[in-house]
């Protein structure tokens, strides 16, 4: 071992604090993934070559496509960061090259992986993001002109086939760089697939109706009572029993959300998994009559729905919940000044909210803005989840 | 030396899908494939099959799968029928024992890959009940006693559409790779795998035009990979040059599956009042 080869301390170092980046910016990286990640490196598995230890380190680390976007952008960060010394670099390049064994964690150690502490870590990484702003152009050049630094030969095809882009070799923080996973994440608005996808988690499964299945553990029970004598049952099969009512504010404060209303409505619409699935439109707050078109026509009372509509039946509701006080909590409050209504929009929703067993608010406005007195008010009745893929998850799991 | 998977002639995997695979060899561990419909989740283990010259074993979960299913089912019915009317010797269990493709995998004495195929339909619960199994590569079989250890680890791939989430105990122990939908460039040498003798403009053409379709807003349905290569097919079967292709769409209905999508096709084209 030559002196210039880093000592397995330093390169151990090296990739527990780039695991520990990664674990910063919330990947849920456990111990079990730094394992699996160090037993890839100590098989040699990386070779002399970035790209490939970029496609490996991901496919170890990472567990979903959502966190993609955050992996490259946490690889551009540190492996083309000016921040980090150059020695640094050059350490890393000769350790890819000539793989030694990886540092094995003590228990204590990886104890302390399991719960360390995460705003430490945040705070880190977003005073380092900050000084990676200033100097994001320097480091990018860096890159460009090291022809011996490990961001030259990545990207190459062993087998010759072109993967997107010109022929040449793409370095492994240039792809990341590129952020081709931006539209997987999920804090991000939602596109009607998603939504779906999301709304088949509420799936629940039950067996009711015609018996068309047979059903093995009976058909053996009955059989030996009747002393052997082959004796055949039947069960209906697994269906899904969800219903699901989803009430929705139109116009004014929703203007600017409606192309997003929109798409949850036809992704709820779309799917076909519900035994039951109902919509209704309102305007600003639930009062005495929902609507069943959208431009607040055909309308059906409040009351009429919750007979009509049975306590197991789950309810969603979408609104921003935005509007003066007094629209919410006054008799005769209502937006229109033609309504008259005598009980106040927050009784109604308490109503509502009494009458279903499960319930959640889909607010498109984001989470920071939620102070508003009256949002405050609605999210005390309803639990209320933003308007995106994560809180869309959060509000299925309050509806299991 | 490890064994090196790099594609086949007929699948073209990108650099992280290969050391993904890789990974998952020299690990012994189960690869999660997950991405969108028609980007070739499923031909992977058939490339990895061709490629490593091992035996593949399917299993397609369906909506009713239960763990179980994939290592063995104990046929009660058959038993109970035979007491009755056949001529078996019915105290010998291990007739009715019929093993899964995972079963099959851990019994068999040679190295080879089990598919997973779909485990997203299954229930919630499906993919924590098989945890064990793919950890330790063993199980009984309760009915006779029998305990069956893989002596090759098999290469477990596990594919997913993402209709649900995975259980995280279970991801943890997965080598994942997400499949991005391919770019122009390497949609094009897909395509020539498929189609080797077809004029290269034609497919240039035609690669645009289905990027061009692909890339309208709010389709409920982009067409993939798979539509393409069909598309293409028909083009050349119905005698399409790719002049033709700079003006209109034709086979239309191989690429669009729904409705919807063509009435946004057409709002789209009359907005941009060309085509």
């Given at each position: 071992m030559s002196a210039a080869i880093p000592s397995p301390p330093q390169a151990g170092r090296l990739f527990l604090e780039f695991f520990y980046l990664v674990r910063s910016v919330g990947i849920p990286a456990s111990s079990r993934e730094w394992l699996m990640f160090s037993e890839a490196l100590e098989k040699g598995l990386v070779a002399a070559d970035l790209y490939r230890f970029y496609a490996i380190a991901r496919a170890t680390l990472v567990k979903s496509e959502q966190h993609y976007d955050l992996f490259d952008q946490c690889f551009t960060h540190y492996f083309a960061g000016a921040d980090k010394p150059r020695a640094f670099q050059k350490a890393l390049d000769q350790w890819l090259q000539t793989p030694i064994e990886m540092p094995q964690l003590s228990e204590d150690q990886l104890a302390l992986l399991e719960k360390h502490d995460l705003e430490t870590l945040q705070k880190m990484f977003e005073e380092r993001l900050a000084e990676q702003n200033e100097r994001h152009d320097g480091g990018n050049k860096w890159i460009g002109t090291g022809g011996t630094s490990p961001f030259g030969h990545g990207g190459q095809n062993p087998a010759g086939i072109r993967v997107g882009g010109a022929g040449g070799g793409r370095s492994a923080v240039q792809i990341a760089a590129k952020r081709r996973f931006r539209s997987y994440r999920n804090d991000l608005v939602l596109d009607t697939r998603q939504i779906g996808m999301a709304l088949r988690k509420l799936r629940r499964l039950g067996r009711e109706g015609a018996r068309t299945e047979i059903d093995i553990d009976e058909t053996i029970s009955a059989t030996a009572k009747n002393a052997g004598d082959l004796d055949i049952c039947f069960a209906p099969p697994r269906e899904?029993?969800?219903?699901?009512?989803?009430?929705?504010?139109?116009?004014?404060?929703?203007?600017?959300?409606?192309?997003?209303?929109?798409?949850?409505?036809?992704?709820?619409?779309?799917?076909?998994?519900?035994?039951?699935?109902?919509?209704?439109?309102?305007?600003?707050?639930?009062?005495?009559?929902?609507?069943?078109?959208?431009?607040?026509?055909?309308?059906?009372?409040?009351?009429?729905?919750?007979?009509?509509?049975?306590?197991?039946?789950?309810?969603?509701?979408?609104?921003?919940?935005?509007?003066?006080?007094?629209?919410?909590?006054?008799?005769?409050?209502a937006i229109d000044y033609w309504h008259q209504n005598e009980t106040s929009g927050l009784d109604w929703l308490k109503r509502l909210d009494g009458h279903f067993n499960k319930c959640a608010w889909l607010n498109p406005i984001q989470k920071r803005y939620w102070g508003h007195p009256t949002i405050r008010m609605v999210s005390e009745v309803f639990p209320m989840h933003e308007l995106t893929l994560k809180g869309l998850e959060g509000a299925i799991s309050d509806l299991h | 030396m490890f064994t090196n998977f790099t594609g086949t002639e007929n699948y073209i995997a990108s650099i992280e899908l290969r050391e993904a695979v890789n990974v998952a060899l020299a690990l012994e561990r189960p690869l999660l494939i997950k991405g969108e419909p028609g980007t070739g989740k499923t031909l992977l283990a058939e490339a990895v099959r061709d490629a490593l010259k091992r035996p593949l074993h399917t299993w397609h979960v369906k909506s009713t799968s239960r763990a179980q299913d994939g290592l063995y089912v104990y046929d009660a019915v058959q038993r109970l029928h035979d007491s009755r009317f056949g001529d078996k010797d019915v105290g010998d269990i291990r007739q009715y024992i019929r093993f899964g493709a995972l079963g099959q995998a851990f019994v068999n004495e040679e190295e080879s890959i089990v598919l997973i195929d779909e485990i997203d339909k299954a229930d919630l619960e499906f993919p924590n009940d098989l945890l064990h199994e793919l950890d330790k590569m063993a199980f009984t079989v309760l009915e006779t006693g029998d305990n069956h250890v893989a002596q090759h680890r098999p290469l477990v791939i596990i594919t997913s559409n993402n209709e649900k989430e995975l259980p995280d105990a279970f991801l943890r122990r997965c080598i994942f790779h997400f499949i991005a939908f391919p770019d122009e460039d390497l949609m094009a040498d897909i395509v020539r795998v498929h189609h080797p003798k077809v004029k290269q403009t034609l497919i240039d053409e035609a690669i645009a035009r289905f990027y061009w379709l692909r890339n309208i807003p709010d389709l409920r349905k982009a067409p993939s990979t798979s539509e393409l290569i069909d598309w293409i097919s028909a083009l050349i079967k119905g005698g399409v040059t790719e002049d033709e292709l700079a003006h209109r769409v034709p086979f239309l209905g191989t690429l669009l599956k729904k409705e919807q999508d063509l009435d946004t096709l057409e709002r789209f084209k009359n907005r941009r009042g060309r085509m």
């Open positions: 899904n029993r969800l219903k699901v009512c989803l009430l929705m504010d139109v116009g004014g404060s929703m203007d600017p959300f409606a192309r997003l209303v929109s798409q949850l409505f036809s992704a709820a619409h779309q799917a076909t998994h519900f035994r039951e699935f109902h919509s209704f439109y309102f305007h600003n707050c639930i009062y005495e009559e929902v609507y069943r078109h959208a431009h607040l026509k055909d309308g059906m009372s409040t009351v009429e729905l919750m007979r009509w509509l049975q306590p197991e039946t789950r309810l969603i509701v979408v609104g921003d919940a935005h509007m003066a006080p007094y629209e919410l909590v006054s008799v005769y409050g | -």
